[in-house]
């Protein structure tokens, strides 16, 4: 009995970690729209260019995130990445390929990710 409590505790716990939660009120619609911001985004990401503390945040969980299919992004962080995907994929298809290329080179990943994130 003691056994199946802890067990389903350390479930809850396991449930509950998410990313932080620091930048979700990022506007990503104000980032994708200015191609310059868009463009430091996705050259930190790429390792082609600087980083500052919100790019920084999210690039640190980037391998996870993709490898896992968002499992512990939040709602925000969802649709954050959904719309930074959507809008390189079109916008700047060679740095986006330079993405796909370091972060799943396989290409095993990018399919359930966008499966997982679509409604949001």
Known sequence: MKFALVFSAILVLAAAE???PDND???IEKVVSDN???L???NC????GECNEITSDFKKDIP???EQACLKCTEPQKHIFKRFLEEAKV???QEYAVFLKKYDPESKYI???QTAIAGF
Request: charged share 20%; hydrophobic share 50%; net charge negative.
């Open 36 to 38: 310059a911001v868009f």
């Open 111 to 113: 399919a359930p990710l």
């Open 64 to 66: 996870e995130a993709l």
């Open 18 to 20: 998410t990313y932080s």
């Open 40 to 42: 430091q985004f996705m």
């Open 25 to 27: 009120n990022l506007d």
């Open 45 to 48: 990401f790429i390792d082609k």
């Open 91 to 93: 916008k700047i298809p």
